[in-house]
C-alpha cells in the first residue's frame, strides 16, 4: 500500500470514528431539550443540531462525499454555532429590554436562514462555473 493510500484510509476512519463519538456527544442536550423549558430549551436545541449536522458531516465526508460535506453541510452548521453565539446576544438581551418581540425574532431567525441559503447556493454555483471552465 503506498503512504498517500494509507494516510487515506486512516483519516477515513478516524473521520468515522470521529463522527460516531460527535453524535454520542449529542445525546446529552438532546434529552436535556426534551426536559427544559423556555429559553433555555431553545439554546439546547440549537446546540443538538448543531452537533448532529457537525457529526453527519464527518461521517458524509468520510464517504468521500466531498461535495455534500463542504458545501452544504459545513456551512449549515456553521450558521447553526453562530445562532448559538448569538442568541443569548441577541435574543435574551433585547427581551429584558424589552425590544425584541415576536415579530423581530423571526426576522431575525429569517435573515439566518437566508444567509445560509445564500452560502449554499453561492458555494455550489462557484463549483458549477469552475467544473465548466
Known amino acids: 500500500m503506498k503512504n498517500g493510500a494509507l494516510k487515506v484510509a486512516i483519516e477515513s476512519g478516524l473521520d468515522f470514528i470521529g463522527g460516531i463519538l460527535i453524535l454520542f456527544a449529542g445525546i446529552i442536550p438532546a434529552y436535556l431539550s426534551a426536559k427544559l423549558r423556555g429559553d433555555l ?19 458524509v465526508r468520510m464517504q468521500g462525499m ?5 458545501r452544504i453541510l459545513e ?10 453565539v448569538q442568541y443569548p446576544l441577541v435574543y435574551l438581551t433585547g427581551r429584558k429590554n424589552g425590544r425584541l418581540s415576536k415579530d423581530n425574532e423571526r426576522r431575525y431567525l429569517t435573515s439566518l ?9 453561492s458555494n455550489c454555483s462557484r463549483d458549477i462555473f469552475m467544473a465548466n471552465r
Open 41 to 59: 430549551r431553545k439554546m439546547t436545541i440549537a446546540l443538538t443540531a448543531f452537533i448532529v449536522l457537525h457529526g453527519t458531516y464527518h461521517i
Open 75 to 84: 456551512p449549515t452548521s456553521v450558521m447553526t454555532l453562530i445562532a448559538l
Open 66 to 70: 466531498e461535495f455534500l460535506a463542504d
Open 113 to 121: 436562514w437566508q444567509q445560509l441559503y445564500a452560502s449554499i447556493v
